[in-house]
Structures are given as C-alpha cells and as structure tokens.
C-alpha cells in the first residue's frame, strides 16, 4: 500500500539539532511535503522537496532521496517552541489525473528539553 | 489575505444523527481538502474539490459526503453518525494541486459523538 512511515516521537535539548525521518513504500510521490502542528493548532507548511537534494529554509532543512525512497526533516538550534509535531507528506504518483490525494505520515511528535 | 475559516469550531452529536461542516478557502484558492484526524491514525484523506468537481476521494464510506460551491466554499456532510467519526476535521486550501502545492490548513472542526 501507500505510506509514509516516522518515528513516532523525538526528544531533545534547546540548542540541539534533531532529524526527523520519512521513509514511504510506494512507487513514488510527486514530491515530499513538511508540516509542523502545535497541539491544539492546524497543520502549518513547512517545506516541499519537489527534487532531490537539500531544501534550507532558515533553521529548519529537508532532504529527499527518490532513489532509497527516503526524506528528512532537519531542525537546527532547536527552541522550545518547536515542540510540535511534524509530519511528512507526499502525492502519490500512481493515483492518476490531479496530485490531490495527499498522504501523511502519522508524525512524529518532538518535545524540547531545556 | 483572511485564512481558511472553518465552523463550526466545536460539535456534540449523538449516534445516529447527521452533521454538516463548512470551509472557507483562502480567496483565490480553488482546491479544497478534506482530512480527518484522530490520535490512533493521524491525519486521513477524505476528498478534494476543485472548481466544484470531486476530484479524489479517499478511502472512507459513503456516509462522508461533501461539495464545493462556485465561490470555493465547501462542505462535508456526514450521516447517520457511529461514536468512531469523533475527532478533529480539518480543511486545507490550495491554489492548484495539493501533491505541489502548498496547502493552508483551517482550525479544524472537533466533533464528538455520544
């Protein structure tokens, strides 16, 4: 079937740098989507990776491999306001006419220490 | 640019009865997602709109309904209501495609069933 699999939670401290990963079981995705939720709060975007390689947006990097079928989130000098959860998100590419049916992982829960 | 509004934010149902759920999209904005999400499988697929045509629609029963108007404006109805369909509904709007482009998610709509 069609998934996205992360871990399901991730601890670190303020300062730290943290990895999210994604890995899907697929045929592909058009692309490779970040969203980061708040508890309490609506999915907000965070990065799209339409290639492979690195995306950078500020302190927050995502990565994909089509190849090994693989993406990262990457958080850099983490802040206790990013506990949130994050969840990655693709496309399929064998669902045939528009890209519109959206699969998200189950996400990946991450709590800051101070 | 006003955000996605949802109403309403909160509903209490009981088993059996039937309920209806409203999204404004971003002005613009011509797709519109349907997800649901509960703690136990995250963030599901209900349907896509775009100018007024279902294009996808995820792997729910048939009592999940929904339409989209021609200024944008959606809504998802669901019928005969089972305790199971508790959980917090969220709308995502889009400019084109979902799988490319970024989507804008509303607050969401928690419904409990009793």
């Known amino acids: 079937g069609q998934s996205l699999e992360q871990p399901s939670e991730v601890t670190a401290v303020e300062g730290a740098i943290v990895q999210i990963n994604c890995t899907y079981q697929?045929?592909?995705?058009?692309?490779l989507s970040w969203y980061q939720q708040h508890d309490g709060g609506a999915p907000t975007f965070l990065s799209y990776n339409a290639l492979d390689g690195l995306e950078e947006t500020g302190r927050f990097s995502s990565f994909l491999s089509r190849s090994d079928s693989y993406g990262y989130l990457l958080l850099q000098e983490l802040q206790m306001k990013d506990s949130a959860s994050y969840f990655c998100?693709?496309?399929?590419?064998?669902?045939?006419?528009?890209?519109?049916?959206?699969?998200f992982g189950k996400g990946t829960k991450l709590s800051v220490k101070p | 640019k006003a955000g996605v509004t949802q109403t309403p934010r909160y509903l209490i149902k009981t088993r059996g009865q039937q309920v209806t759920l409203s999204c404004s999209p971003i002005?613009?904005?011509?797709?519109v997602s349907w997800y649901q999400q509960t703690p136990g499988q995250g963030l599901q697929f209900l349907f896509e709109y775009f100018s007024e045509t279902q294009r996808n629609k995820g792997n729910f029963p048939g009592r999940f309904s929904g339409r989209q108007f021609s200024n944008s404006r959606s809504e998802m109805n669901v019928s005969t209501l089972e305790l199971g369909d508790s959980a917090l509904y969220l709308c995502?709007?889009?400019?084109?495609?979902?799988?490319?482009?970024?989507?804008?998610f509303g607050p969401g709509t928690r419904l409990t069933v009793l």
């Open positions: 995502a709007s889009s400019q084109g495609d979902p799988g490319t482009d970024t989507q804008y």
């Open positions: 002005s613009g904005h011509r797709s």
């Open positions: 998100a693709g496309a399929p590419l064998n669902y045939g006419g528009s890209q519109g049916n959206l699969i």
């Open positions: 697929t045929s592909g995705f058009y692309g």
